[in-house]
């Protein structure tokens, strides 16, 4: 039997060898939340187009200025209005994001000035420049402010509209097909026979895929037989851009998903180094990318979080980038290590050490409920209390 590829290089490996599978389409900047944008975007403006006022007060020449001297007010400005340039020797009365006059080299807060019958009084001396945003301050013609491959959130939105733009050039949305197996799983909302458990892999990994924006077009469930687990993957190959599947791919005698991807297509990779989630299978099928999760549902969060997430991101267009991770003290220690990448689900104690969750079945999604993120164990090593490890939040994912 060949070794178990190492997790670091199985996970390469799905890197190079996954790319583009849609195609681009202009989108109305309205609906572009979580689109992904197939090309960089350049500001045509500047923002802000001029010079404005970063909080209410007086505008003036910084060489009027003169401790206790009077300027009378020669105009004031609100947002949204043309000024006239500074008169010499006097000052404007302007308002937060009020563009400024002509002539005018600094904003004095209202908290500092002084009005009187004379004019308004200055006595603490500003800077030149105090108090103004200056135009461009935060985008330059010409100047890269998204790159191809962003996925746009509601902050994006916001620039995009500063700059004036309606229409984005994104990628039409992934395709994604998801497989379920097994003859033990029947849907929620049916009574339980002797044997059975419900199907919570779907479900999830349904949920999986449309929280990081993809669609589900199809979603299938066959029992253990070869013809129908052919029939069901030539059926999503039709119909997807991606296809994702749990359980199946161990070497079970109805194990028969390893056996249908090599009638239908190539195995790329099978079996990785890391727990859970070792008989994970990527292959294509007619042509079409497929990545085989196993069915202990653990086992397929976590290869989802690690693997399926990198394959839909590169197939989608978007940037692919390895979750953030964070130094965490270990909480706790044992002796023992494996030949795997260990993703150990933890939370913080108070010190904010991470403690391991007493459950760390491949079978049990309740720890990852009541747990933080991933305490990652390299291949080989033993968990000493007190030493840094990886830390990766499931927000990361």
Not at 161 to 172: F, I
Not at 354 to 368: F, K, M, P, T, Y
Request: charged fraction near 20%; proline fraction near 5%.
């Amino acid at each position: 039997m060949p070794p178990l590829m190492p997790f670091e290089e199985a996970l390469k490996s799905l890197q190079e060898s996954s790319k583009t599978l849609v195609q681009a389409e202009n989108c109305e900047l309205g609906n572009a939340l979580n689109r992904i944008l197939c090309e960089d975007v350049l500001a045509q403006c500047y923002v802000p187009p001029c010079d404005n006022s970063a909080m209410d007060g007086y505008a003036l020449r910084y060489e009027d200025w003169q401790a206790d001297k009077a300027l009378s007010v020669s105009q004031y400005i609100a947002a949204g209005s043309a000024p006239d340039p500074l008169q010499a020797g006097s000052c404007a009365r302007i308002f937060t994001g009020a563009n400024i006059p002509a002539g005018a080299d600094v904003v004095i807060m209202q908290e500092n000035a002084q009005v009187t019958e004379q004019g308004v009084i200055f006595a603490q001396q500003p800077k030149r420049h105090d108090n103004i945003r200056p135009r461009g301050q935060d985008m330059s013609i010409g100047q890269t402010v998204l790159r191809a491959g962003t996925k746009i959130k509601a902050m994006h939105i916001g620039l995009l509209s500063s700059l004036g733009l309606t229409k984005v050039s994104v990628y039409q949305p992934l395709k994604v097909g998801i497989l379920t197996t097994g003859d033990e799983l029947v849907p929620t909302g049916h009574t339980l026979e002797a044997g059975q458990i419900y199907n919570s892999n779907g479900p999830m990994l349904q949920a999986l895929v449309s929280q990081l924006g993809y669609q589900v077009t199809c979603a299938l469930h066959v029992k253990d037989e070869e013809q129908a687990t052919l029939d069901a993957l030539t059926k999503l190959s039709q119909e997807c851009d991606v296809i994702l599947s749990s359980g199946g791919v161990s070497v079970g005698e109805k194990d028969y998903v390893t056996q249908c991807l090599e009638q239908l297509g190539q195995l790329h990779l099978w079996k990785i180094a890391i727990k859970p989630g070792k008989p994970l299978v990527h292959a294509s099928v007619n042509g079409v990318p497929f990545l085989g999760l196993p069915g202990n549902p653990s086992s397929t969060l976590v290869t989802f979080h690690w693997f399926a997430r990198t394959l839909l991101a590169a197939s989608a267009g978007q940037q692919t980038a390895r979750p953030k991770a964070y130094p965490v003290t270990a909480g706790f220690s044992r002796n023992k290590s494996i030949g795997r990448d260990e993703f150990i689900r933890v939370s913080m104690d108070e010190k904010g050490s991470a403690i391991a969750h007493r459950q760390q079945s491949s079978g049990a999604l309740l720890a990852a409920c009541e747990s933080l993120g991933y305490l990652h164990i390299k291949a080989g090593e033993r968990i000493e209390e007190g030493k840094e490890y990886d830390f990766y939040p499931f927000s990361e994912f």
